[in-house]
């Protein structure tokens, strides 16, 4: 369960309430945005323990003088069994805080089954957009070489599939083939017509590869050379632009984001690191997978084993 508050006035929020019990409750501040995770069975206990803390949190309001916008704040109940029944009764300043299935945090949007189609749905929209823009300027008529194109796509496009990096492991693998769709979109409209005929070549080849009886199905011939046709796309988008399939390159970036984190010893990635090699449960239960269990090696590489 989330509690997302936003703050109104910034002032020093160092000593603002928070919570860090190991596998149960978290706080997380960033600016004026401050989220709570409770991680409880019971919803009994989950009201108990949000409404102690929101209490706590009034008193340091008072204190310093300071306000919480309630319209603002919310809480959203993650289950993959949730009911309505399952909202809870949480209140603030006498005012009862709103219950939602999906919050928004620092740009990504959380779904309460945390599935994240919700915010694969929004990324590709945003990013068709966006592919107009590159679709006009590969036109001949601007001048503008591959070089400066496949730049100009991971500003304006790659830029919002790599924020979406710390939710691959959640991603099913039709997200991930709707993230790749809009890559493979934009490599085709840098390197036509190109890539257009290096595709041709291929089928040609394949085709004339095939049996006599197979080539008599096309139907069948057009569906095997389509994986084909993809695999072409990926190989010419890393040899011409240097881009790595949609997959590789949000797995490559948790690794750097966990890494780095590690190095500069950023709390909360310390915390869920050393959970992650302690065995807590849903670190390693294979339905519920985070960005650390794509970093096995950069985590041992700062924690060897004796």
Same mark, same amino acid.
């Given at each position: 369960?989330? !509690?997302?508050?936003?703050?109104?006035?910034?002032?020093?929020?160092?000593?603002i309430?928070k919570?860090?019990?190991?596998?149960?409750?978290?706080?997380?501040?960033?600016?004026?945005? &401050?989220?709570?995770?409770?991680?409880?069975?019971?919803?009994?206990?989950?009201?108990? +323990? /949000?409404?102690?803390?929101?209490?706590? &949190?009034?008193?340091?309001?008072?204190?310093w003088?300071?306000?919480?916008?309630?319209?603002?704040?919310?809480?959203?109940?993650?289950?993959?069994?949730? +009911?309505?029944?399952?909202?809870?009764? !949480?209140?603030?300043?006498?005012?009862?805080?709103?219950?939602?299935?999906?919050?928004?945090?620092?740009?990504?949007?959380?779904?309460?089954?945390?599935?994240f189609?919700?915010?694969?749905?929004? /990324?590709?929209?945003?990013?068709? +957009?966006?592919l107009?823009f590159?679709? /006009?300027?590969?036109?001949k008529?601007?001048?503008?070489?591959?070089?400066?194109?496949?730049?100009?796509?991971?500003?304006?496009?790659?830029s919002?599939?790599?924020?979406?990096?710390?939710?691959?492991?959640?991603?099913?693998?039709?997200?991930?083939? +709707?993230l790749?769709?809009?890559?493979?979109? $934009?490599?085709?409209?840098?390197?036509?017509?190109?890539?257009?005929?290096?595709?041709?070549?291929?089928? !040609?080849?394949?085709?004339?590869?095939?049996?006599? #009886?197979? #080539?008599?199905h096309?139907?069948?011939?057009?569906?095997?050379?389509?994986?084909?046709?993809?695999?072409?796309?990926?190989?010419? $988008?890393?040899? #011409? !632009?240097?881009?790595?399939?949609v997959?590789?390159?949000l797995?490559? &970036?948790?690794?750097?984001?966990?890494?780095?984190?590690?190095?500069?010893?950023?709390?909360?990635?310390?915390?869920?690191?050393?959970?992650?090699?302690?065995?807590?449960?849903?670190?390693?239960?294979?339905?519920?997978?985070?960005?650390?269990c794509?970093?096995?090696?950069?985590?041992?590489?700062?924690?060897?084993?004796?």
């Open positions: 369960m989330i !509690l997302s508050i936003t703050l109104q006035g910034r002032r020093q929020v160092i000593d309430p919570r860090n019990k190991k596998n149960n409750e978290y706080s997380v501040l960033f600016a004026d945005d &401050l989220v709570t995770f409770f991680i409880y069975n019971k919803k009994g206990n989950l009201e108990n +323990k /949000i409404n102690k803390y929101t209490n706590e &949190l009034e008193q340091w309001l008072i204190k003088k300071m306000k919480i916008s309630v319209k603002k704040s919310c809480s959203v109940v993650f289950s993959r069994y949730k +009911k309505e029944s399952d909202n809870l009764n !949480l209140k603030i300043y006498g005012n009862r805080i709103v219950s939602q299935k999906e919050i928004k945090f620092l740009g990504i949007k959380f779904d309460s089954k945390l599935n189609n919700i915010l694969v749905d929004e /990324i590709k929209e945003r990013c068709n +957009k966006r107009n590159i679709k /006009i300027l590969s036109n008529k601007w001048g503008l070489n591959q070089n400066t194109l496949g730049n100009l796509y991971k500003s304006v496009v790659g919002i599939l790599d924020y979406s990096f710390p939710c691959l492991n959640s991603f099913s693998e039709n997200s991930i083939k +709707k790749e769709a809009i890559q493979n979109t $934009a490599v085709r409209y840098i390197l036509r017509p190109q890539l257009i005929i290096v595709i041709i070549c291929q089928k !040609l080849v394949l085709f004339c590869r095939l049996p006599q #009886k197979v #080539k008599q096309l139907f069948h011939f057009d569906s095997f050379t389509e994986q084909h046709a993809s695999n072409v796309v990926h190989h010419e $988008a890393f040899n #011409k !632009l240097k881009l790595l399939t997959s590789n390159r797995f490559e &970036l948790s690794e750097r984001y966990v890494g780095t984190g590690l190095s500069h010893s950023i709390p909360l990635i310390v915390i869920l690191v050393e959970e992650y090699k302690e065995g807590f449960e849903s670190r390693y239960n294979l339905e519920y997978l985070t960005p650390l794509n970093c096995y090696l950069t985590i041992s590489s700062f924690f060897p084993e004796t």
